[in-house]
């Protein structure tokens, strides 16, 4: 079945800089790529998605890069602030509706 | 609002105890899921159910039933509850292609 890989555990940045978090995925067939923020101890919320058809997407602050050849697709954060800093999770769908997420990403923002 | 409501938020159970957890969502969403999040393995499907009586297998569904009798209500039950089931719990529904999640169940089982 499909695979979901985040590849840092971690991330530490300064704020105003930009962070990126990398994911990669296994099933070719995979066409739709949401990523989650999780704040200390409260749920995981939408943040951005991605569709196979397009290979960038930006709301605001936040960009999705997708190559499908190398089936890997990112979350950029630029201009990072202090509120950015959670866990953040990359997910990928496998068609039926099942969704699986990567390990997630701890983001801290240094002030 | 567009919400994923769960009870109970926390629960503390002894080992070999039933235990039942409740989402609830009034979207008239078809599709929800339940998941457990353990730290750093990220989230692990245990059921997915596209309707009333239709449910299906995660990755992860040992030691784990459902109820899907409503549209609007998906339960999760655990049989004589073990130790390692010790884990917080999401119940989501589909809102827009994307999981919706509820605010989670904590669940310790001793």
């Known amino acids: 079945g499909e695979k979901v890989e985040q590849h840092e555990s971690t991330l530490s940045v300064r704020e105003g800089d930009s962070a990126v978090i990398n994911c990669t995925y296994t099933d070719t067939a995979s066409s739709y790529f949401p990523w989650y923020k999780q704040e200390a101890g409260k749920s995981l919320h939408f943040v951005i998605d991605i569709r196979s058809n397009v290979d960038r997407k930006q709301s605001q602050r936040l960009i999705v890069l997708l190559d499908k050849k190398a089936k890997r697709f990112s979350l950029h954060i630029t201009a990072t602030q202090p509120e950015d800093s959670a866990i953040y999770f990359c997910?990928?769908?496998?068609?039926?509706?099942?969704?699986?997420f990567g390990a997630g990403t701890r983001l801290k923002v240094i002030a | 609002d567009m919400k994923v409501t769960q009870m109970p938020r926390y629960l503390i159970k002894r080992m070999g105890e039933n235990v039942l957890l409740e989402c609830g969502q009034d979207m008239s969403h078809e599709t929800m899921y339940w998941y457990r999040q353990d730290p750093g393995l990220g989230l692990q499907l245990i059921y997915i159910s596209y309707d009333v009586d239709s449910n299906s297998e995660g990755d992860i569904p040992k030691g784990y039933r459902v109820s899907r009798k409503k549209r609007e209500h998906f339960s999760l039950i655990l049989d004589s509850a073990k130790t390692n089931q010790t884990s917080v719990y999401f119940c989501?529904?589909?809102?827009?292609?994307?999981?919706?999640f509820g605010e989670g169940t904590r669940l310790s089982v001793l």
């Open positions: 997910a990928g769908n496998t068609g039926n509706y099942k969704y699986v």
């Open positions: 989501a529904s589909i809102h827009n292609q994307a999981p919706l």
